[in-house]
């Protein structure tokens, strides 16, 4: 995206990572890949315009909770398009590229680069190997 480019925008879509509403702790529903955020942007507004409709009628209609499922509902609708236009708009962690000297060791690059990080303790004997602590993560 060029930020000297608004049109830019217009080209990006819904990655479809999103998922929503869990049933057995499996999401019954995700956000479909390939939409234009544009669009789905709108949709959400449109959701959460929705969403604030039924949770005012739920305020004052103390017989019946409908509205007030109906509005969780929609608002868990809404909040997983916003979040998957998010990820397509938030920039990724730049991938590491190997030293060519040690292929073991990563040449930080960026901002935010993975890295990995094994410290040896003890001298090892023939028959022992040295004890090893190993972490992988982001900066």
């Known amino acids: 995206m060029n930020k000297t ?3 830019a925008f217009s080209d ?5 990572f999103t ?4 049933c057995s702790d499996q999401a019954l ?9 544009v669009d789905a ?13 039924f949770a005012e009628d739920a305020a004052y209609a103390r017989d019946t909770d409908r509205h007030a499922w ?13 979040d998957d236009v998010v990820k397509v708009l938030t920039p990724r962690p730049v991938e590491p590229q190997r030293n060519p000297k ?14 990995s990080l094994q410290i040896t303790t003890g001298i090892p004997t023939r028959k022992q190997k040295a004890p090893m602590l190993s972490y992988q993560g982001f900066l």
């Open 12 to 16: 990006l879509k819904t990655i479809g």
């Open 5 to 7: 480019n608004p049109s």
């Open 29 to 37: 529903f995700n956000v479909r890949a390939g939409v234009p955020i």
């Open 102 to 115: 040690n292929s073991s060791v990563p040449s930080l690059i960026g901002a935010s680069s993975f890295w």
């Open 70 to 82: 109906a509005a969780h509902y929609l608002t868990a609708m809404g909040k997983a398009v916003i």
């Open 41 to 53: 942007l709108s949709q959400a507004s449109d959701l959460l315009f929705l969403t604030k409709s």
């Open 19 to 22: 998922p929503l509403i869990y």
